[in-house]
Nanobody, 117 residues
Framework: QESLQESGPGLVTPSQTLSLTCTVS??????????WSWIRQPPGKGLEWMGA???????NYHPSLKSRASISRDTTKNQFTLHVTSVTPEDTAVYYC?????????WGQGTQVTVSS
């Protein structure tokens, strides 16, 4: 069973770029059929899927974020990273990374990000 841990800044200034890294243990992120997601939950709102990167490096993003979000990976460190450009206070949320293999999923504990000047 894999485990995931998010890391990154807790506070980001508006208009800057937010970068969060997910470190995966227990399974290589290049393992066939896995995909790796970012999900967030703004205060008082539901979960929002942001995007994912597959084991082969293909990427998909939520249409509302496609112009601002990108996901990269470092297979040597077994990490994948979310980048969100031009953040606003509306990007304040708890951010989670997750793994998916068929119906199975595992989540990190989440990390709070606040966008404020």
């Amino acid at each position: 069973q894999e485990s995931l841990q998010e890391s990154g800044p807790g506070l980001v200034t508006p208009s800057q770029t937010l970068s969060l890294t997910c470190t995966v243990s227990g399974v290589p992120i290049t393992t066939k059929d896995y995909y790796w997601s970012w999900i967030r939950q703004p205060p008082g709102k539901g979960l929002e899927w942001m995007g994912a990167i597959t084991y082969s490096g293909d990427r998909n993003y939520h249409p509302s974020l496609k112009s601002r979000a990108s996901i990269s990976r470092d297979t040597t460190k077994n990490q994948f990273t979310l980048h969100v450009t031009s953040v606003t206070p509306e990007d304040t949320a708890v951010y989670y990374c997750a793994s998916n293999l068929g119906w199975a999923t595992a989540w990190g504990q989440g990390t709070q990000v606040t966008v404020s000047s």
